[in-house]
């Protein structure tokens, strides 16, 4: 089978909250690990995977050993994007083109810090 993938692909373990985004109330929470991850997408391993079609919000955490090398802080990938692909493995979810990237200094959970727009590995730029 010939690769169709345009974008340079990364084996890389990041921890993900993967939201469903639906009118409904009930939104579908998932706390994920990528297999890898690309500048426009990324494969979430799930037991049970979202179906196709479905809108996402994706908030990817990278650890502190690897962003402090870079920054001296943590940080959180956040996105949106669409499930392209289902298996009994997990999903691949391809990334919208806007991104942001919240750096902050403490817990995972503190959000507050500054923002960063982020083109996903490529160029940072303070806003």
Sequence with gaps: MKERRKLERFKLKLLGEITEQTADQMKRVLHL???????????????????????????????????????????QLQMSGIVKRSEPSGMAIRFNKAYKMVTTKGTRNHRKGTLIKWDLFRERRRV
Excluded: C
């Design 33 to 75: 690990s990528t297999r890898d991850i690309s500048s426009g997408g990324a494969f979430f391993y799930a037991v049970n995977p979202l179906p196709e079609g479905t809108s996402v919000k994706v908030d990817l955490s990278m650890s502190t050993d690897r962003l402090k090398r870079l920054t001296g802080t943590q940080a």
